[in-house]
């Protein structure tokens, strides 16, 4: 994913992410129609991943800083 450096007040920023996330998004989508799911499934599939993500981030904030 190529996104520009962007300070933490650029009101941008998220908007710019969103943007490549979208069309990663549209991506897997193709791919997985492709694997015979159907363009339903794929959303709640990311729904479910994307939430277990943010429960485990709220947990442990900085994951990279745990001892190996």
Not at 5 to 34: C, F, G, I
């Amino acid at each position: 994913m190529k996104l520009a450096r962007r300070a933490l007040e650029d009101p941008n920023r998220l908007v710019e992410l969103e943007q490549q996330l979208e069309n990663h998004t549209s991506e897997v989508l193709a791919e997985a129609a492709d694997a015979g799911y159907s363009s339903a499934e794929v959303p709640i599939a990311l729904k479910v991943v994307c939430e277990r993500l943010h429960a485990a981030l709220t947990a442990d904030p900085n994951p990279a800083d745990d001892p190996s």
